[in-house]
């Protein structure tokens, strides 16, 4: 179990890494499509929501009492609105709206596998947020994620060459992507 203290540095990592997801994405939205700004926008306000959530947590003061019926009304509507909205998937609208923002954006290989490694890096800080566990208990599954990190990057580095049998760097590509993906199969076997 984290301390308190602990969880707001956790909760500002998670603040950074969404603040640096979204800032990625908004990096070729001028050049994009019609709709990749809204998208982006969506994903900054359920970003937000995701972050408020964490920082809130589980605490007290979002219950509606009987002596909190006096209280002033802009008091008693977040008491009553707050456990609603804590109940939304925030996270989740949050990668879905970024991931639609890449989808409209013009074809950039690295940058979509930089991206992919930030949402990863901010949902495994939201999860360890909520759950409120420490960093060390993802010790066990530390191969598998250097895995995924090598295996993201060759898919990079495999859409961003020029397609067919007679491109160079082809070949090696295929076979070196063919050894990590048997590496990566054989890591995740049950020991």
Request: one cysteine or more; proline letters at 6%.
């Amino acid at each position: 179990m984290m301390t308190r203290r602990e969880r707001r540095k956790l909760v500002f990592v998670t603040a950074l890494l969404l603040a640096g997801v979204l800032a990625w994405t908004a990096v070729p939205a001028a050049r994009a499509a019609a709709l990749a700004k809204p998208s982006l926008i969506a994903g900054a306000c359920c970003g937000v929501g995701a972050v408020v959530r964490l920082a809130i947590g589980d605490s007290d003061s979002v219950r509606l009492r009987g002596a909190d019926l006096y209280a002033a009304w802009p008091v008693r509507l977040w008491r009553q609105v707050a456990p609603g909205a804590a109940t939304v998937p925030w996270a989740q609208l949050t990668i879905l709206a970024v991931l639609a923002c890449e989808a409209l954006n013009p074809r950039r290989p690295w940058h979509t596998v930089v991206l992919g490694l930030l949402l990863i890096a901010f949902l495994l800080a939201m999860h360890l947020a909520e759950s409120r566990i420490r960093l060390g208990v993802l010790r066990p599954q530390a191969p598998m994620l250097a895995g995924g990190v090598a295996l993201a990057v060759l898919a990079g580095a495999a859409a961003a060459l020029p397609a067919g049998p007679a491109a160079t760097g082809y070949g090696w590509l295929a076979a070196l992507s063919a050894i990590a993906a048997i590496i990566a199969a054989a890591l995740a076997l049950p020991v």
